[in-house]
């Protein structure tokens, strides 16, 4: 499978200065959208280098988490500011540009014609749970079964909104 896969690195708004337009199948965008200068250059950049049929995998972080971590933590105001920022943020002295909701990211992918196919939030509790609470393997696996769990519920649309994170899969047509 090696000689099938090259893997790439570039700055997202100039990928197809590192692959050229149209020729990628798969693009992972984690971790980036919330600190680049515009998301919507560095959708664009990813729309223009995919394969017709390729995919973006794209996981950013999600308003709500940090909303309910800073509450649980005590610092209200920070909570706050980051519910009702725009931009999801809790603070001049906070490290992100910015934090997406689940419907705010799938039309920004939308609007530079990739068709989403997928979108959950992911580490629901995980990042909640204080360190010394998973100490052992079996605390560990626990809490990832828990957070399957919480993935395959009924209600998980709505317990996905509360994730770190949102991942959504996006095709080119």
């Given at each position: 499978m090696?000689?099938r896969?090259?893997?790439?690195?570039?700055?997202?708004?100039?990928?197809?200065?590192?692959?050229?337009?149209?020729?990628v199948?798969?693009?992972?965008?984690?971790?980036i959208?919330e600190v680049v200068?515009?998301?919507?250059?560095?959708?664009?950049?990813?729309?223009?280098?995919?394969?017709?049929g390729g995919?973006?995998?794209?996981?950013?972080a999600q308003?709500?988490?940090?909303?309910?971590?800073?509450?649980l933590?005590g610092?209200?105001?920070?909570?706050r500011?980051?519910?009702?920022?725009?931009?999801?943020?809790?603070g001049?002295?906070?490290?992100?540009?910015?934090?997406f909701d689940?419907?705010?990211?799938?039309e920004?992918?939308?609007?530079?014609?990739?068709a989403v196919?997928?979108?959950?939030?992911?580490?629901?509790?995980?990042?909640?749970?204080?360190s010394?609470?998973?100490?052992s393997?079996?605390?560990?696996?626990?809490l990832?079964a828990l957070?399957?769990a919480?993935?395959?519920?009924?209600?998980?649309?709505?317990?996905?909104?509360l994730?770190?994170?949102?991942?959504?899969?996006?095709?080119?047509?």
């Amino acid at each position: 499978m090696s000689e099938r896969v090259t893997a790439v690195q570039g700055d997202a708004d100039h990928l197809a200065d590192a692959v050229g337009d149209s020729c990628v199948d798969l693009v992972c965008c984690h971790g980036i959208l919330e600190v680049v200068d515009d998301p919507d250059v560095a959708v664009a950049a990813i729309s223009r280098v995919l394969a017709p049929g390729g995919v973006v995998s794209v996981v950013a972080a999600q308003r709500l988490a940090t909303v309910l971590a800073h509450a649980l933590t005590g610092r209200f105001d920070q909570a706050r500011a980051a519910l009702d920022a725009p931009d999801g943020r809790w603070g001049p002295g906070d490290p992100l540009a910015r934090r997406f909701d689940r419907d705010e990211l799938v039309e920004v992918l939308q609007a530079h014609d990739l068709a989403v196919t997928d979108a959950h939030g992911v580490r629901i509790v995980t990042d909640l749970v204080p360190s010394a609470c998973v100490d052992s393997e079996a605390e560990r696996l626990e809490l990832l079964a828990l957070e399957d769990a919480m993935a395959a519920h009924p209600d998980a649309a709505v317990l996905g909104r509360l994730g770190a994170v949102v991942h959504v899969l996006a095709t080119r047509a």
